[in-house]
């Protein structure tokens, strides 16, 4: 039996805090190479300071709404949403979860086939349960490390943030 290649329709990525993402560069070449369509979400350099206050985190996770929403309007019926295999799939590193995590909690219409966290910070019992009865994903692979010393101790200083990228779900 021939396994059928995934080739979703559109990857996103989101990077954490205090960089300028440059990972995402060859993650672009290796997805053009493949011939799959990608996005990088860069909010640019987002400071501790900025990140240890809630109202700013917010913001950040109304700001990654507004760029998904566009970004589904101009994708067009390339995406469709409603169909699991032609959702766009995302890869988030550490604040990139948070953003990503607490957008879906708050908005039934964004919705991913797979989600790939990279030392997530977000909490051991984030509700994932509600997003995937939702029908918000299809998949969630996480990556954690623990050896991650920032994703270990966020959660005492950060409101809504956790160690699952030290110590998982």
């Given at each position: 039996?021939?396994?059928?290649?995934?080739?979703?329709?559109?990857?996103?990525?989101?990077?954490?805090?205090?960089?300028?993402?440059?990972?995402?560069?060859?993650?672009?070449?290796?997805?053009?190479?493949?011939?799959?369509?990608?996005?990088?979400?860069?909010?640019?350099?987002?400071?501790?300071?900025?990140?240890?206050?809630?109202?700013?985190?917010?913001?950040?996770?109304?700001?990654?709404?507004?760029?998904?929403?566009?970004?589904?309007?101009?994708?067009?019926?390339k995406v469709q949403l409603d169909k699991q295999n032609k959702r766009s799939s995302i890869i988030v590193h550490s604040f990139g979860a948070y953003i990503v995590g607490y957008c879906m909690l708050k908005n039934p219409d964004v919705k991913f086939d797979k989600i790939i966290l990279c030392?997530?910070?977000?909490?051991?019992?984030?509700?994932?349960?509600?997003?995937?009865?939702?029908?918000?994903?299809?998949?969630?692979?996480?990556?954690?490390?623990?050896?991650?010393?920032?994703?270990?101790?966020?959660?005492?200083?950060?409101?809504?943030?956790?160690?699952?990228?030290?110590?998982?779900?």
């Open positions: 039996n021939k396994i059928p290649r995934f080739k979703p329709p559109l990857v996103i990525s989101v990077h954490g805090i205090r960089t300028r993402a440059r990972w995402q560069r060859p993650l672009r070449k290796i997805l053009k190479d493949k011939g799959i369509p990608y996005e990088a979400y860069n909010f640019g350099y987002y400071s501790v300071i900025k990140f240890l206050f809630q109202p700013f985190n917010d913001k950040m996770v109304d700001r990654f709404y507004d760029f998904y929403s566009l970004l589904m309007e101009k994708m067009g019926n030392g997530s910070i977000l909490p051991p019992d984030f509700d994932w349960e509600t997003l995937i009865r939702r029908g918000q994903v299809n998949m969630v692979r996480h990556e954690f490390g623990i050896y991650d010393i920032w994703a270990k101790i966020v959660g005492r200083f950060v409101p809504k943030t956790g160690d699952s990228g030290y110590r998982g779900f």
